[in-house]
């Protein structure tokens, strides 16, 4: 039985130089008349309580006593403070007088939801090193300590809750995960999860032989760059277990938490450090959010198929290296040329390291729970996985996030860090080819307003357009590609630059001389040493149409007749292009944009300006499509924020709020799907492994009741990046399907100022139309 330990109340009860005070709310009274700095061995009363880490139960191992407390100063056996990098608010909260000194918790009710089995590793001083592994149940295992008055914290604890994520919530509408009504809930897709949250405390010597140096040569490093603020590191060698001011992490557990540490069922495991930026408020530049979004989703199906999922998030921001320095990294790598060559450069040169995550004691949480082998780890980390499985942990399968989920502009941190090692089925890129890996570049932004759209007086060069397929579909064009495409096309890859563009153009039986138009076309880039695909086919269609009918793409029409349905014909046509596409990329030649082109007047600036359209962040980016303004041409493919088709085809077009607010605003308008001229879409999903994205029709059943969907209507309804990255509509950028209509609807008018404004001053608006939004 432990002796009891009173509260200080008289100056009997106080170590010598101790002065008690009569103030209860002022801490001062709770001080010594001297400052205490540092203890030592053998130092009159100085006993720490026996702490023998790795022993077979809690009560042979001891408790981890770490207060202050006069009555306890000198029978501490540990160093540091409880709350981890929360024990300065502690402080804090003390000298504001809003905590007592002597306040000890009441522990009534805050007992574990579940009762974690004790495992071997327990008693292992080899294999729990960060943690302690009686920490989530101090007063079942130190309960005579408690109850004499010794001042013991918890340094873990395990609760369940419900977990609400808008990914869950969107595969639960998709069907992709089910409401089993145990572990999902509700149609919201509720998920209902144990957590456990772990502070570090940290056995010295074990952590010392986990990096590979000697305990004093740590100690005096942790000692040093704390500011000093720990010298019982040097004075007391006899004190092995430290509790540092840092971050710990949290278990997530999906399903029953007993499964976990049963080796007869699947484990699936996410191991995730944190990324606020990401994580919280989906910043793009990394693919952290996607990940631990991908990973809980895997966790819960895995748990719901009878197994386990568990996700385990470690605070360890910025790859441990802080917020503040992520930041100044991100700066360097958008002013230097974001390329994923520079990706760790970038890093070293702010930091001195690449990362600091430290992976050797990250298995530590895996023994505590009773991990011996994992089925399905989702992560790519080579340092995680060499990290677990230097613990004896197995590893059966490595998952890779889906290409699809990828952000465009973190191609460039995922791209680097496979070549630095990360797992991949997919193929691994050359220091010379991640050169080519760039993100997106800054505008000159001197107010939020170029977040949305660039300046009119921003020039081509200022803006990184990054690597372009261009791709397009020509019948009977001649005229306007003589007049004008052509050297748009020219005078865009000259700009952009030959080894950055790849064009696509595929030509279909014209009985005009677009042929010879695109020959020339084909001369011209040549000369630039561009890299292109020009097909000129024989094959009309009218040709297709009188072909002998096939089992799909024919319907029977109200005419009495077998005849060829012209959308699925022009998904194939498209589909032509992505085949490239995709062969490139299996030859290591990869984009990170894909430029659809139909036959309209545009210039260099547009296709930047359309690039860069809400920040270069969109599943596709439209322009605005003329061919006799006022009125718009694309009425088929055009639907607002709600789905709804276009309320006029004069301005303001638009039925829903969302859409028509952002076209008053002349800001890039949400849309749910759009094909006016000119698209830009991230090519991730159409070279995905699992489901690349393709062009298609409604199926024949649906055509012959006389429906139509646009395949390019289609294509946006199939992209699993419209729900997270949006489809939007850009109004600064217009073309046109022939010079008038292009000269019409130029210049772009400032921000402001309407398109209405402006047409209506040109003296094309319809009679009674006034012009007002």
């Avoid at 096939?550 to 194939?572: D, K, M, N, V």
Wanted: net charge negative; proline share 7%.
């Amino acid at each position: 039985m432990p002796e009891s330990i009173p509260i200080a109340t008289t100056t009997d009860d106080v170590p010598p130089g101790e002065d008690t005070g009569s103030s209860p709310k002022s801490p001062k009274s709770q001080f010594s008349k001297h400052i205490l700095l540092t203890t030592y061995p053998g130092q009159n009363g100085v006993d720490p309580v026996l702490l023998q880490w790795g022993a077979p139960d809690a009560k042979s191992r001891g408790p981890i006593v770490a207060s202050r407390h006069p009555s306890q100063l000198k029978r501490r056996n540990a160093m540091g403070a409880h709350g981890g990098s929360y024990s300065i608010y502690n402080a804090l909260a003390i000298a504001a007088g809003d905590l007592p000194t002597d306040f000890k918790p009441d522990f009534n009710n805050t007992e574990p939801t579940f009762d974690f089995p004790v495992q071997p590793a327990w008693s292992d001083p080899k294999k729990i090193v960060s943690l302690d592994p009686f920490g989530h149940d101090i007063v079942k295992h130190f309960k005579s300590y408690l109850d004499v008055g010794w001042d013991l914290r918890p340094s873990m604890a395990i609760t369940r809750a419900n977990m609400r994520l808008s990914e869950i919530e969107k595969a639960v509408s998709e069907g992709q995960i089910e409401v089993d009504g145990s572990i999902v809930v509700g149609k919201n897709g509720d998920v209902r999860v144990t957590k456990v949250a772990v502070e570090p405390v940290w056995y010295l010597p074990g952590v010392a032989e986990r990096f590979g140096v000697d305990e004093g040569t740590l100690r005096r490093t942790l000692f040093e760059h704390t500011g000093g603020s720990y010298p019982e590191l040097i004075t007391r060698p006899d004190l092995k277990v430290f509790l540092p001011p840092i971050g710990g992490l949290t278990v997530y557990i999906f399903g029953p938490p007993e499964r976990v540490s049963d080796e007869n069922v699947k484990l699936a495991l996410r191991i995730h450090d944190e990324c606020n930026g990401s994580d919280v408020f989906q910043s793009d530049i990394c693919t952290c959010r996607p990940y631990l979004a991908f990973g809980i989703q895997e966790a819960i199906k895995e748990a719901q198929n009878g197994g386990s999922g568990v996700v385990i998030y470690f605070r360890k921001e910025g790859r441990a290296l802080g917020e503040v320095v992520k930041y100044l990294v991100y700066n360097a790598r958008k002013r230097g040329g974001d390329t994923a060559d520079k990706y760790f450069e970038r890093t070293e040169n702010i930091a001195g390291v690449r990362d600091m995550r430290f992976q050797a004691l990250m298995p530590d949480i895996l023994h505590w729970l009773g991990v011996k082998k994992i089925d399905r780890m989702l992560s790519m980390s080579n340092m995680k996985h060499d990290a677990i499985v230097a613990q004896g942990i197995k590893i059966l399968e490595r998952i890779p996030i889906p290409e699809e989920m990828i952000p465009q502009d973190s191609r460039v941190e995922i791209d680097a860090k496979i070549n630095a090692g990360y797992f991949t089925t997919g193929k691994t890129f050359t220091m010379e080819e991640l050169a080519q890996v760039k993100g997106r570049g800054w505008e000159k932004w001197e107010d939020v307003t170029s977040l949305t759209t660039v300046n009119p007086q921003t020039q081509p060069n200022d803006i990184h357009a990054g690597r372009i397929f261009i791709a397009s579909l020509h019948w009977n064009n001649e005229a306007i590609l003589r007049a004008d495409w052509n050297d748009a096309v020219v005078q865009l890859v000259s700009h952009l630059g030959a080894e950055n563009v790849f064009v696509s153009v595929y030509e279909s039986g014209s009985w005009d001389d677009s042929k010879g138009a695109l020959r020339d076309l084909d001369a011209r880039l040549d000369a630039l040493g561009a890299p292109r695909n020009i097909t000129l086919s024989e094959v009309t269609h009218e040709d297709e149409i009188n072909a002998q009918p096939g089992e799909e793409g024919w319907i029977e029409t109200s005419r009495g007749r077998r005849e060829l349905r012209r959308i699925p014909y022009l998904a194939r046509l498209r589909n032509w292009s992505l085949s490239i596409l995709e062969g490139l990329a299996r030859e290591g030649v990869t984009f990170d944009t894909i430029l659809f082109l139909n036959d309209v007047v545009f210039t260099t600036q547009d296709v930047l300006t359309l690039l860069h359209t809400n920040g270069g962040s969109y599943a596709a980016a439209c322009s605005l499509d003329f061919s006799k303004p006022p009125q718009y041409y694309d009425t088929f493919a055009l639907r607002d924020s709600q789905g709804n088709e276009p309320l006029m085809q004069t301005w303001p077009y638009f039925r829903s709020s969302e859409s028509l607010n952002a076209l008053l605003s002349m800001a890039p308008v949400p849309v749910t799907s759009c094909w006016n001229g000119m698209v830009a879409m991230p090519t991730t999903p159409f070279l995905s492994q699992s489901n690349p994205l393709r062009f298609r029709g409604i199926p024949d059943s649906l055509a012959l009741h006389h429906l139509e969907g646009s395949e390019c209507c289609l294509i946006h309804a199939d992209n699993p990046l419209s729900a997270t990255h949006g489809v939007f509509l850009n109004p600064r950028v217009r073309v046109g399907y022939n010079r008038a209509a292009y000269e019409a609807v130029h210049p772009v008018p400032a921000l402001g100022e309407s398109f209405a404004s402006l047409v209506f001053d040109a003296g094309i608006l319809e009679d009674g139309y006034s012009g007002e939004a």
